[in-house]
């Protein structure tokens, strides 16, 4: 007999993973032709209470609460000077109110959309924004984007004794609550040995499904395409300087046993299994590659440059791929044949066919489009570096810069 509330644990795990809203346009026929139709179709998805079942909060509350760790100390994170720049990040060691001051000074600082420095809780090699370089993760962050506030989530870290800092996004506004909170972990996940990226997206779908149901998210809950174990967070600057500070709040507290918690729940189907990042050959993959993969549907790498994906209308199609089943040829993306290294897609079931590039990313999570598009660099110029022209704000005066090699 299985605990009550595995199987809404389940359930949920599923009802809200990378795919679910796409599964939910394609379900119900909506047509997303423009920004208004997609925001309506993502308003009746972030309408639905996938996360509120009383008995899958009740076993994510019980999780919680058998894995809390340690009293945190030390963190690390790395910062990088721009999204684009995936080279020379640097590491600093912040105490947990340190890295709360370091947040709440960003929250004073101006940058656009896609600007600015950005950081990742992780300890690289060689400063490198690359899974294969990714050596431990020490803080589970997770992204809430307009699905609801921070008020419940607090309550139960309070009460727990859990350390956090949670503070707004750069496009946060009162209708649209948009959010981060940082858990500080226990141990710090290793991706170094076996298949860490892999194992880290399923701790992550787990935590997420679980903190989300005790925040008492609508939706989806908390943001599923910020899985990467080298995920990059930019921190909550404001969008124009006539913005206020992004609110910053912090308790400090005791740490997240990741291992318990996991173990404590069901786990994850990563769906499809062999999705996975790619170690990229060329500098420049085009915006269908880069999409399919932050939507996290793209397949393996095929003959002439093809790549198989899974079809974004998977669910429409007279026999869909199961969750587990890897993408086959039937659905790829062909490699850019045009300047704008934009790509093609092609799908072989009747439903689908040749869909136009527009039609394609209208599908895609909108989140995934637009990481992409931060990464995309059009092939014409492989030359545009990542400074491009625009002023960024400098790293931070006063950051204890790790003086040795990390621990
Ligand atoms: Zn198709």
């Given at each position: 007999m299985t605990a009550p509330g595995t199987e809404q644990f389940t359930t949920a795990l599923f009802a809200t993973n990378r795919a679910a809203f796409s599964r939910f346009v394609a379900a119900r026929g909506l047509p997303l032709v423009d920004a208004a139709a997609k925001a309506a179709a993502r308003a009746a998805f972030d309408a639905q209470e996938l996360l509120?079942?009383?008995?899958?909060?009740a076993l994510c509350g019980a999780a919680v609460a058998g894995?809390?760790?340690?009293?945190?100390?030390?963190?690390?994170?790395?910062?990088?000077?721009?999204?684009?720049?995936?080279?020379?990040?640097?590491p600093y060691s912040f105490t947990w109110s340190g890295l709360a001051s370091q947040h709440a000074t960003w929250a004073t600082m101006v940058a656009p959309k896609g600007e600015g420095n950005i950081y990742s809780p992780i300890t690289t090699d060689n400063g490198e924004r690359l899974t294969a370089h990714t050596k431990r993760i020490h803080i589970l962050t997770l992204d809430c984007d307009g699905t609801g506030t921070w008020d419940a989530l607090w309550r139960v870290l309070v009460e727990l004794g859990i350390a956090a800092v949670t503070h707004q996004s750069g496009g946060f506004t009162p209708a649209t609550p948009k959010w981060r909170v940082l858990i500080p972990l226990a141990i710090p996940f290793d991706t170094e040995t076996g298949d860490g990226g892999t194992t880290w997206r399923m701790a992550y779908a787990t935590a997420r499904v679980a903190f989300g149901a005790l925040a008492r998210l609508r939706g989806a809950g908390f943001d599923p395409a910020t899985d990467n174990a080298n995920n990059a967070w930019f921190p909550g600057y404001r969008r124009e300087p006539a913005a206020a500070p992004r609110q910053v709040l912090y308790t400090g507290g005791r740490t997240l046993d990741l291992a318990r918690l996991t173990a404590a729940l069901p786990a994850p189907t990563m769906s499809p299994a062999a999705v996975t990042r790619r170690?990229?050959?060329?500098?420049?993959?085009?915006?269908l590659e880069l999409a399919f993969e932050e939507a996290c549907l793209l397949g393996s790498a095929l003959t002439r440059g093809l790549s198989a994906v899974v079809c974004p209308w998977n669910d429409c199609h007279s026999a869909p791929l199961a969750s587990n089943v890897s993408p086959t040829s039937a659905s790829v993306i062909f490699p850019p044949n045009s300047a704008a290294n934009v790509g093609a897609f092609f799908c072989a079931h009747a439903s689908c066919g040749a869909k136009s590039v527009e039609e394609v990313l209208a599908m895609l999570p909108e989140e995934a489009v637009h990481r992409a598009r931060l990464r995309h660099v059009r092939s014409t110029s492989p030359s545009a570096s990542w400074l491009g022209g625009t002023e960024l704000p400098s790293l931070p005066a006063g950051l204890p810069r790790?003086?040795?090699e990390l621990p």
């Open positions: 509120h079942a009383p008995e899958l909060v894995a809390v760790g340690q009293a945190v100390e030390n963190v690390t994170i790395t910062i990088w000077e721009h999204l684009r720049r995936t080279a020379d990040g640097v170690t990229w050959t060329t500098t420049a993959p085009s915006l790790l003086p040795t």
